[in-house]
């Protein structure tokens, strides 16, 4: 799960997935493409809302995503299509393209649709993201 700082929307996306998934059989872990939060805890309203739905976010810490992630992962769901571009740039061939998706295009196939950014947005923003991942977690469970 990326994002641009990796303390709003992929955190909530990696807590959300992992409530969804067998630990066992599927890794899930978030980074930001900017490197300005590495080691810092979620943005505490991501910290609230994955808590007001029963999930604890903060053993998360910031990281950056790195081209090493490629290796490491079947599936990188971008945020929007600006962390989309950004990290489609790192990727060294076709078959590392192939494994970056907008996670909002599982439900909504090919409408390239942005996960907003709640960060100015105030604690809505955080509640409708929450809501917009899960839809989207729940399709990619379906799928694994």
């Known amino acids: 799960?990326?994002?641009?700082?990796?303390?709003?929307?992929?955190?909530?996306a990696?807590?959300?997935l992992k409530a969804k998934i067998d630990p066992d059989k599927v890794q899930v872990d978030s980074?930001?493409?900017g490197g300005?939060?590495?080691?810092?805890?979620?943005?505490?309203?991501?910290?609230?809302i994955a808590k007001k739905h029963g999930l604890d976010i903060t053993d998360q810490r910031g990281k950056k995503f790195s081209a090493y992630d490629f290796e490491t992962y079947d599936y990188i769901f971008v945020m929007d299509n600006s962390n989309y571009r950004d990290v489609i740039r790192m990727a060294k061939n076709d078959s590392e393209k192939q494994k970056v998706?907008?996670?909002?295009?599982?439900i909504?196939?090919?409408?390239?649709?942005?996960?907003?950014d709640?960060?100015?947005g105030g604690d809505h923003g955080f509640e409708n993201v929450?809501?917009?991942?899960?839809?989207?977690?729940?399709k990619i469970v379906s799928r694994l």
């Open 31 to 33: 980074a930001g493409t």
């Open 14 to 16: 990696e807590g959300i």
């Open 101 to 106: 998706r907008l996670i909002l295009d599982e």
């Open 36 to 48: 300005w939060h590495i080691g810092e805890l979620p943005d505490s309203r991501s910290i609230d």
């Open 1 to 12: 799960m990326v994002c641009l700082g990796n303390i709003c929307r992929s955190p909530l």
């Open 118 to 120: 709640p960060y100015y």
């Open 130 to 138: 929450y809501q917009m991942l899960d839809q989207a977690c729940e």
């Open 108 to 116: 909504f196939p090919g409408e390239n649709v942005d996960v907003p």
